[in-house]
C-alpha cells in the first residue's frame, strides 16, 4: 500500500522533472535562461546544463547578454546578439588564456523580469560584464542594480537620453543617444527633407516619448508647425491619432515608437488615406516587422533613422565589409539593426580581458580609458558613459527592403 | 476639442460601429456561458485568438498573397469565416469538455472553475506562441511577434457619409456580425434547442428534470459561443491584418466589459455593449485629445454605468428572455 501511494506521490513529480529537464536541453542552444518565473526548477537545471556544457577548462569568465529574444519586438534584439555571440566565438577560437562564455537573459523587455535576471547574473553566474539590456524600460530599472553590484554594462540599444544622467560609473552605451538621434532626424525633417506641416506620434514609452519631444522640440524651434497625438501601442485600432491626422493633412508624420506598432500605425494611416505624407520613424523601427506589419505597398518610401551605421558587404569602408562577409557566413543573413554595435560591446570587454583585466573592477576601469577601433565607430566612452561618435543615419524603404539614404546632416529623399 | 469633436464625428462614428461589433460578437460568447453556467470564461479571449489564426490559415495555406476580386474574394472570405468558426467552436468545446466538464461533475466550486479559465487562457496563450505559431505557420522564433495577413481584398470606398470614405471592409465587418446576431437570436428564442439553453438559465434542476439534457445545452452553448468568436476572429483579421498570440488579452477584457455594460446574460445586451464600448471609446478619445486615453474612458464608463444601473444597460437576462 505505501508502495503504491508513495508511487502516486513521486510519478509527477519525475515526470515534471523530466519535462523541465526535456524543456532545458531543448533551449540550452537558443536561450539558456528562461526568463519567466516558469519555476526555479527549471532555470536550475538550465543553468546546471550550461555549466556542465562549458568544461573549458583552465580559465574562463562569463559576459551576459540581456535583451527581449523572444518577444514582440525581438527582431531588433537578435542581430545585435548575433553579433555579441560572434565577437566572442571567434575570440575563442584564438585558443586565449582566458576563455569567455557569453550567457543569454531574454528579458522579453520586462524591467521586472529584467531586474530579476539582472540579480540571477550578478549572483549566480557571476558574470564580469553585461552586454544590453537592449531597451530604455529595462535599463533605467537595471542600472541601479548593476551599479550596486559593481557590474559594467555596455548597452547596444537603448537610446533614451536620461539613462546617461543617472551618474551611474559602470554603464557605458556604444550608440549616441535620443539627445542625438532626436534632433539629427527633428533636423533632417525641418532641413534636408523640408517639411512644413508634420504630424509627430508617440507610444507614451520610455524610448518613444523622449525620442518624439525632441523631434517636438526642433520643430518649435524651428517654427515649423506640428499637432501631436500618442497611442496605446497594446491597442488594435489606432483610429482616433489617424483621423486626427486625417484632419490636419501633414506632409510628413513622426512616429517615436517601436516597429510592432509602427506597422500597424503606417497601415492604418495609408489606409485612411493619408498617402502622400513621408512616414518617419527612429531606431526603434529599424526592422523588416515595420514592413511586414504595414504591407510592402503602404511601408514603400517610409523613413527611418537611426544613431547606428548598418552595412553590407559592399561597404566603402573594409572593416565594415569585412564584418558583413562573416556574419553572413556566421548566421546565414546579412547583418541588421545593432549587430554592428552588439559585436563591438562584445569586442570591448574582449579588449579589456585580453589586456589582462578579469575582474569587474579592473575591466571598468579599462572602460574608462579605452579608444579602441570598432566596426560601428571609434569606440571610446566619455564620463558618463557614452560613446563620443554623434552621426545618426537615414534609412529608407525601397521595394520591402531598408536600405541607407546617408547621414542625417545631408541624406535627400529620392 | 469641441472642433476636433465635430471634425472627426463620422470617422469616429464609423470606426466605433465597425469595431463595436467585433466586440460585440466577442460579448455574446461571454454572455451566454454566463447565462447558462454563472461562469465567466476568461478563456474565451484565447477562442477568439484561436479564430483569428482559424480564418489567417485560410489564405496561408491556399497560398495567396494578392489582392483578389469577384467570387475568388467572396469563396475566399467565406471559407476564413469558416476556419474561424470551426477552430474558435472546436477551441471552445473541447475546453468545456477537457477543463470545465470534470470541474461540474464533481461538484466544484465557481472558484474552481474561473481559475481553471485563467489556466488555461495561458496555457492556450503559450501554446501559440511556442508551437502554432512558429510550426503551423512556420514562423520560427517569430511566435511573439506579430503574424501579418497579406492584402487579400483591396480597400476600396464604397460610399462616403458627410465627405467621410467608408471602405468596403468596414461595411463587410458591421453586416457580417448583424446577420450573425440576427440568427443567434433566432436560433435563441425560436428553436428547440434554444428553449433549452433558456430553461437551463432559468432553472438547471427544473431543466433536467423536465428532460432537458443539461450537458448537450452546455456544449451547444459553448459550440455557438465559440462560433460567433470564430466569425470575431475572422472579421478582426479581415480589418486589421495581423494578429497575435496575445490579441485576445485586451480584447477579451474589452469584450467583457461590453457583456457586463449591456447586462451579463442577455444577449441583446451584449450587443448594445460592444456597440456603445466601440463608440465611447472614440469619442472619449477624441475628447481627451489623444488616442492613449481610450481604455480610461472606456473603463471609466463601464464603472459610472454599474454605479448607477449594477444589473447593466438591459439589466434583464438570459433567463427572462421572452420566446
Redesign the interface.
Known amino acids: 500500500m505505501l508502495n503504491r501511494r508513495l508511487l502516486r506521490a513521486v510519478a509527477p513529480v519525475a515526470a515534471l522533472a523530466l519535462a523541465l529537464s526535456a524543456c532545458a536541453d531543448d533551449n540550452k542552444d537558443k536561450v539558456k535562461k528562461g526568463a519567466s518565473a516558469v519555476a526555479s526548477g527549471a532555470s536550475a537545471v538550465a543553468s546546471g546544463a550550461s555549466q556542465a556544457g562549458s568544461a573549458v577548462g583552465g580559465n574562463s569568465v562569463k559576459i551576459g547578454f540581456m535583451g527581449d529574444l523572444t518577444g514582440e519586438n525581438s527582431g531588433i534584439v537578435i542581430p545585435a546578439r548575433n553579433g555579441a555571440k560572434m565577437a566572442i566565438d571567434q575570440y575563442n577560437a584564438t585558443n586565449p588564456a582566458v576563455k569567455i562564455e557569453m550567457v543569454e537573459y531574454d528579458s522579453k523587455a520586462d524591467p521586472t523580469t529584467a531586474v530579476a535576471l539582472a540579480q540571477q547574473a550578478i549572483k549566480t553566474d557571476k558574470i564580469v560584464g553585461l552586454v544590453g539590456p537592449a531597451f530604455s524600460g529595462e535599463s533605467a530599472q537595471v542600472g541601479p542594480v548593476l551599479e550596486e553590484a559593481k557590474i559594467p554594462s555596455i548597452t547596444m540599444s537603448a537610446t533614451n537620453a536620461k539613462l546617461a544622467a543617472n551618474g551611474w560609473k559602470y554603464w557605458h552605451r556604444m550608440l549616441a543617444g535620443d539627445s542625438v538621434q532626436g534632433p539629427g532626424i527633428g533636423e533632417w525633417i525641418a532641413g534636408p527633407a523640408a517639411k512644413k506641416n508634420v504630424f509627430v506620434i508617440d507610444d507614451k514609452s520610455e524610448y518613444g516619448k523622449p525620442l518624439a519631444d525632441f523631434v517636438r522640440k526642433v520643430l518649435t524651434d524651428k517654427g515649423i508647425k506640428f499637432e501631436s497625438d500618442s497611442i496605446d501601442p497594446a491597442e488594435s485600432d489606432y483610429s482616433t491619432a489617424v483621423n486626427k491626422a486625417v484632419a490636419f493633412k501633414p506632409d510628413a508624420i513622426f512616429f517615436g515608437g517601436y516597429y510592432a506598432a509602427a506597422g500597424k500605425l503606417l497601415k492604418q494611416l495609408r489606409d485612411k488615406g493619408v498617402k502622400d505624407a513621408t512616414f518617419v520613424s527612429g531606431d526603434g523601427s529599424l526592422d523588416k516587422g515595420l514592413v511586414e506589419g504595414a504591407g510592402a505597398a503602404n511601408a514603400d518610401g517610409a523613413i527611418v533613422g537611426c544613431p547606428c551605421l548598418i552595412g553590407g558587404s559592399d561597404a566603402p569602408d573594409p572593416k565594415v565589409a569585412k564584418f558583413a562577409v562573416d556574419y553572413k557566413a556566421a548566421f546565414n543573413a546579412d547583418p541588421a539593426i545593432y549587430a554592428a554595435e552588439g559585436y563591438d560591446s562584445s569586442s570591448m570587454f574582449i579588449a579589456a580581458i585580453k589586456a589582462g583585466n578579469t575582474t569587474a573592477e579592473a575591466i571598468n576601469t579599462f572602460l574608462v580609458t579605452a579608444d579602441v577601433p570598432g566596426v560601428s565607430k571609434q569606440m571610446k566612452f566619455g564620463p558618463n558613459g557614452e560613446v563620443s561618435a554623434t552621426d545618426t543615419y537615414i534609412y529608407q524603404v525601397k521595394g520591402g527592403k531598408i536600405a541607407l539614404l546617408g547621414n542625417s546632416k545631408d541624406a535627400k529623399l529620392g | 476639442m469641441w472642433n ?1 469633436f465635430v ?2 464625428f463620422w ?2 462614428t464609423i ?1 466605433g460601429l465597425s ?1 463595436g461589433s467585433i466586440y460585440a460578437l466577442v460579448a455574446l460568447g461571454y454572455t451566454m456561458v454566463y447565462g447558462v453556467l454563472r461562469l465567466i470564461n476568461f478563456a474565451h479571449s484565447e477562442i477568439f485568438m484561436m479564430g483569428t489564426f482559424g480564418a489567417l490559415f485560410v489564405p496561408y495555406t491556399l497560398g495567396i498573397t494578392t489582392p483578389q476580386t469577384g467570387f475568388a474574394l467572396v469563396g475566399i472570405f467565406l471559407l476564413m469565416l469558416a476556419g474561424g468558426m470551426l477552430v474558435s467552436a472546436g477551441g471552445a468545446v473541447a475546453l468545456e469538455w477537457i477543463a470545465y466538464r470534470p470541474l461540474r461533475k464533481r461538484g466544484a466550486s465557481r472558484l474552481a472553475a474561473l481559475i481553471c479559465a485563467i489556466g488555461a487562457s495561458l496555457f492556450l496563450q503559450e501554446v501559440f506562441a511556442l508551437y502554432v505559431i512558429p510550426r503551423v505557420f512556420d514562423r520560427p ?6 503574424t ?1 495577413l ?2 487579400i481584398m483591396e ?1 476600396n470606398e464604397l460610399f462616403s457619409i458627410a465627405g467621410h ?1 467608408v ?1 468596403l471592409d468596414q461595411v463587410i465587418v458591421v453586416a457580417a456580425a448583424v446577420v450573425m446576431m440576427v440568427a443567434l437570436d433566432r436560433l435563441v428564442t425560436k428553436t428547440r434547442i434554444g428553449r433549452g439553453i433558456r430553461a437551463t438559465a432559468q432553472n438547471p434542476e427544473a431543466a433536467v428534470l423536465m428532460g432537458v439534457d443539461i450537458d448537450t445545452i452546455v456544449r451547444v452553448t459553448f459550440l455557438v459561443g465559440g462560433a460567433m468568436a470564430g466569425v470575431a476572429g475572422a472579421l ?1 483579421l479581415l480589418a ?3 494578429t ?1 498570440y ?2 485576445g488579452f ?2 477579451g477584457i474589452k469584450a467583457f466589459t461590453a457583456a457586463v455594460l449591456g447586462g451579463i446574460g442577455n444577449l441583446r445586451g451584449a450587443l448594445i455593449g460592444g456597440i456603445v464600448i466601440g463608440l465611447v471609446e ?1 469619442y472619449g ?2 475628447l481627451a ?4 486615453w ?2 480610461v474612458i472606456t473603463f471609466g464608463v463601464l464603472v459610472l454605468v454599474l454605479m448607477f444601473r449594477p444589473s447593466g444597460i438591459l439589466g434583464e437576462s438570459l433567463r427572462q428572455t421572452r420566446a
Open positions: 476636433d471634425t472627426q470617422p469616429a470606426d469595431i522564433q517569430q511566435g511573439r511577434n506579430l501579418p497579406p492584402r480597400r470614405a471602405r478582426y486589421y491584418e495581423n497575435s496575445f490579441i485586451l480584447f472614440n478619445a477624441i485629445g489623444s488616442g492613449a481610450k481604455n
